[in-house]
């Protein structure tokens, strides 16, 4: 059993198990991702609920491959849906009351190029070569974080012109997602603290710059002065790597190689190391301290 004949029979399963319950829709989904990645999964849609659930089945597959049988598959997946519906009960509402929403509003980073269909339906503003969009931080847990991208609908719903959403959402994002900056060393051994050599410090050469949740932190390049903040502490210019759009990695320039070389390794990495939905860029920007400005 292929990907697509799994979902079809996951899709076939749950519908006769919500059988009878006219007020249930269940279907495949495609859903056109970040940098124009598809992904299918099952949708279960309930009226009278604004937001539908999609649960994509590729980790689920793996499962399947494994030997754990599709019956019980499905019966996570509807546990999921129910408590995912539980969780997010007034969600309906607060898409259209902007008055709750216009202190959750955010800014991240997204590759202009590769996302010219997503950026039709969605207000963004072009930096680099990127695109900066909004979403709304509904949620942070201890499991990640519950976003939704905002879209031109959801202005017409809130009665709101593009510059405000993008003023609302400048403001906010400092404050919501503060702004992290640390070597890469300490940055690894928070993430694993036998990972990294504790013997002989040597000088630093890498450093990261993203948010306090690591999520969509590439959009910390953004926040008024950061830039300047970096290259006082380095005491020099330097490049930046977008090496995601959770996380962008600092290379003084006195330890960097020329600008050609570095693009080859980010080049390498996204096609070899990053999920291609978080891919940002290929391209390496440079700051100049006695400009005040980044270079593409």
Same mark, same amino acid.
């Given at each position: 059993m292929n990907y697509q004949q799994f979902i079809e029979e996951v899709e076939r399963r749950v519908k006769e198990k919500i059988k009878g319950n006219e007020t249930i829709t269940v279907y495949i989904h495609t859903a056109v991702k970040n940098n124009g990645k598809e992904r299918k999964g099952i949708t279960v849609s309930e009226k009278?609920?604004?937001?539908?659930?999609?649960?994509?089945?590729?980790?689920?597959?793996?499962?399947?491959?494994?030997?754990?049988?599709?019956?019980k598959i499905v019966e996570k997946i509807l546990q999921l849906y129910e408590e995912v519906k539980c969780s997010h009960p007034c969600e309906e509402s607060l898409l259209q009351n902007y008055e709750e929403l216009k202190g959750k509003f955010a800014c991240k980073l997204i590759h202009r190029g590769k996302n010219e269909? &997503?950026?039709?339906? +969605?207000?963004?503003?072009?930096?680099?070569? *990127?695109?900066?969009?909004?979403?709304? /931080?509904?949620e942070v847990s201890p499991y990640g974080t519950a976003t939704v991208l905002v879209r031109k609908e959801h202005l017409e719903i809130w009665g709101l012109t593009e510059a405000?959403?993008?003023?609302?959402?400048?403001?906010?994002?400092?404050?919501?997602?503060?702004?992290q900056f640390c070597p890469m060393r300490k940055l690894l051994r928070e993430i694993c603290p036998y990972a990294v050599d504790e013997g002989e410090e040597e000088e630093e050469s890498l450093y990261v710059l993203s948010n306090k949740l690591r999520s969509?932190?590439?959009?910390?390049? &953004?926040?008024e002065g +950061?830039?300047?903040?970096?290259?006082?502490? *380095?005491?020099?210019?330097?490049?930046? /790597?977008?090496?995601?759009?959770?996380?962008?990695?600092v290379v003084p320039e006195s330890k960097s190689p020329v600008k050609q070389d570095l693009e080859e390794m980010v080049r390498e990495i996204n096609e070899t190391q990053v999920e291609e939905e978080e891919v940002l860029s290929d391209r390496v920007y440079y700051f100049s301290r006695k400009e005040n400005r980044l270079f593409l």
């Open positions: 009278g609920i604004h937001i539908s659930p999609t649960i994509y089945l590729e980790e689920y597959f793996q499962q399947f491959q494994e030997g754990k049988p599709i019956e269909k &997503l950026l039709n339906d +969605i207000p963004y503003v072009p930096w680099m070569d *990127l695109a900066i969009v909004v979403f709304v /931080l509904l405000q959403l993008f003023d609302e959402a400048k403001k906010n994002t400092p404050i919501l997602l503060p702004y969509f932190g590439a959009a910390s390049m &953004l926040y +950061i830039l300047e903040k970096v290259g006082q502490k *380095l005491g020099e210019n330097y490049y930046i /790597l977008p090496s995601s759009i959770h996380e962008v990695i």
